[in-house]
């Protein structure tokens, strides 16, 4: 006697949800990724202010000041020679001396460069440099094209002149300072050409300002799709959270390689330090951002773990005294919330979409970004009434 097998009708659409589930859970862990970037790009690289406390920071470190004393230093001496004035200056038989002197002449140079880029002036001079500058690039790069004349799309940099001058003078040769000056120009200053990357930079910026805006409420809208369409909401939240500590865990590795590669590029070993200290000053605000997620992330896997259909779960759930909430006057209550809001869903999102309209349609300025806002706001809100009167697993 053969035995029939079982028919499951909704197999196909079963297939589809797990499908549609991954593919949004994946697309908001990308969501995510995208935003903390972006908004350690809108919120530090972008934003005057917090921008400057963390230049105000580069020449606070010994590994930045001994760099920009050699590389002053490097640029004075190699715009003159050095050890033919020296030579020049000695007795025929004592011109043995010049190479010596030379390299006595340039570690005293150094260690000039040194006092005056660790002093307060100096510092002063930097927060005040940079400041502008990135104010005036911020002023450019967002400002409308037809606004921005040629004259302000100009170069943004630090000059390092005064500090060759003022070295050069008090080692007495102020001719060396100025010959320097008129010898070697722009290679004391280190800049970077708006003008020829302006179209660029705008886009980026305006790419950065608008997924600063929107990527939130997609990773949020995207995880709430994914929780809804799964057939276990504390197995998708549990794999969700899974997911974006590897992904975080990732990136901070890449952040690691990336900064080494860079490092090693260069040759000299004090520049090497130098750029190492400068990453680590201007990505500290990224990494802060992915260890508090990885700290949110990690919270959210042990919820979905102890409130999973787990039977470690469930009985650590009765140790806890949490199977009772349900017999209690919150459960009640909470249950018949429930059967309201499944009872009244359709009327909730109507409802909303019409306050929503109306809330548009009486604000005076709105952008697309702010339709689209808006929308993904009011899928949000509905996403989270079906999942909230959904039954657990």
Not at 158 to 172: E, F, H, M, P, Y
Not at 332 to 342: C, I, L, N, P, Q
Request: hydrophobic share 55%.
């Amino acid at each position: 006697m053969t035995q029939k097998t079982k028919t499951h009708p909704h197999s196909a659409l079963d297939g589809w949800r797990i499908f549609g589930s991954t593919l949004f859970a994946t697309l908001a862990i990308i969501s995510l990724l995208g935003y903390l970037l972006t908004r350690w790009t809108h919120n530090y690289l972008l934003n005057t202010e917090k921008f400057t406390n963390i230049a105000s920071q580069l020449p606070k470190k010994p590994e930045v000041v001994a760099a920009l004393s050699k590389f002053s230093t490097q640029k004075l001496f190699e715009a003159i020679n050095a050890q033919a004035l020296i030579a020049d200056s000695l007795p025929d038989k004592a011109k043995f001396l010049a190479a010596p002197l030379a390299t006595q002449l340039q570690t005293t140079a150094t260690s000039l460069a040194t006092n005056i880029i660790s002093s307060e002036q100096f510092e002063t001079a930097w927060l005040f440099i940079v400041g502008n500058a990135h104010a005036e690039f911020i002023k450019v790069v967002t400002a409308p094209p037809l606004e921005v004349t040629n004259d302000q799309i100009s170069n943004v940099g630090l000059q390092l002149g005064d500090v060759i001058r003022n070295v050069a003078g008090q080692l007495g040769r102020e001719d060396i300072g100025m010959a320097a000056d008129q010898t070697i120009g722009n290679a004391t200053e280190v800049t970077i050409n708006l003008r020829s990357q302006i179209d660029l930079i705008r886009q980026a910026v305006a790419a950065v300002n608008y997924l600063y805006a929107i990527l939130p409420l997609v990773a949020l809208t995207l995880a709430l799709a994914a929780i809804w369409l799964s057939h276990h909401m504390s197995r998708a939240i549990l794999a969700m959270s899974i997911a974006g500590l590897l992904v975080v865990g990732l990136v901070m590795v890449a952040l690691k390689a990336a900064k080494s590669e860079f490092v090693m590029r260069l040759q000299d070993a004090t520049y090497q330090s130098a750029l190492a200290v400068s990453w680590d000053v201007i990505t500290e605000g990224l990494v802060r951002m992915f260890v508090v997620s990885a700290v949110i992330l990690f919270a959210t896997m042990l919820l979905a773990i102890l409130f999973g259909p787990y039977e470690f779960a469930g009985k650590l759930r009765k140790l806890m005294y949490l199977e009772k909430i349900g017999h209690t006057r919150f459960g009640e209550t909470f249950e018949k919330s429930r059967t309201f809001v499944k009872k009244y869903i359709l009327v909730a999102c109507v409802g909303a979409a019409a306050v929503a309209i109306a809330v548009l349609l009486i604000v005076q300025q709105i952008t697309w970004v702010t339709v689209i806002q808006t929308l993904l706001a009011w899928i949000s809100f509905c996403i989270l009434l079906a999942i909230y009167v959904k039954r657990p697993d």
